[in-house]
């Protein structure tokens, strides 16, 4: 199983151009998350999926779209890129939080985003 | 507003030692504590994580302990080893329905030298 994958792995864009980051999991998860990683910040919440067809803000969703057409794929977007969205990316994916399922989040390899 | 508030953001450890990271929340809602290790390159990973009823977790040489009056939480590396040179990250979840808010400490990275 490959897991999380996310594609691209690199990528530099100049300020104002558009990009869509794409994470496919194969795990048949419910629930996909955005999260991006900054020197001092930790992981933040972009957004979220609890379903097909379902999304949600998390906590830094300014600047950011998403969307989830297929249970396997997660899809985020940026329709103008700014510096301040330098960053890596990480796509995760997890069952609900059940009794007997900790919802243990499974992370892509990440995205590493640079825009000048 | 942070959250879950972690200490040191870097930690340097001689190889055999003792290595802690602290961990201090404010939300007396959040229901499960996991630690994710993240080596360079890659995404984190899940570690070992405790829920608030219990006071210690031992998986290997890795321990959670969990002090929930002080709203405290941390973990020891025993015997620490060079291949656990990596970004240590402690969280805190809260459930509502199935799907969990997880909020990240800031991380610590981790140098266990020979």
């Known amino acids: 199983n490959a897991g999380v994958t996310q594609t691209p792995k690199f990528r530099v864009l100049k300020t104002g151009q558009s990009m869509t980051l794409l994470c496919a999991q194969d795990m048949n998860h419910e629930y996909m998350y955005w999260y991006r990683q900054d020197p001092g910040m930790g992981l933040r919440l972009i957004h979220y999926s609890v379903g097909e067809g379902t999304t949600a803000k998390g906590e830094v969703p300014d600047g950011y779209n998403v969307s989830r057409l297929k249970k396997q794929n997660f899809l985020l977007g940026l329709e103008s890129a700014a510096p301040s969205q330098t960053s890596v990316y990480f796509c995760?994916?997890?069952?609900?939080?059940?009794?007997?399922?900790?919802?243990?989040?499974?992370f892509g390899e990440g995205s590493r985003l640079t825009v000048l | 507003q942070q959250q879950v508030k972690q200490s040191p953001q870097s930690l340097i450890v001689q190889k055999g030692g003792i290595s802690i990271i602290n961990c201090a929340y404010e939300n007396t809602a959040f229901d499960y504590f996991p630690w994710y290790q993240q080596f360079p390159g890659k995404g984190p990973a899940l570690l070992i994580a405790i829920r608030p009823d219990v006071s210690e977790k031992k998986e290997g040489r890795f321990t959670i302990s969990f002090n929930k009056s002080a709203k405290q939480f941390s973990l020891h590396i025993m015997d620490s080893q060079p291949g656990d040179s990596a970004t240590y990250f402690c969280?805190?979840?809260?459930?509502?329905?199935?799907?969990?808010?997880?909020?990240f400490g800031i991380g610590t990275k981790l140098q266990v030298i020979p």
């Open positions: 995760a994916s997890s069952y609900p939080r059940a009794s007997g399922n900790t919802g243990e989040l499974f």
């Open positions: 969280a805190a979840s809260i459930s509502s329905g199935g799907y969990q808010k997880v909020t």
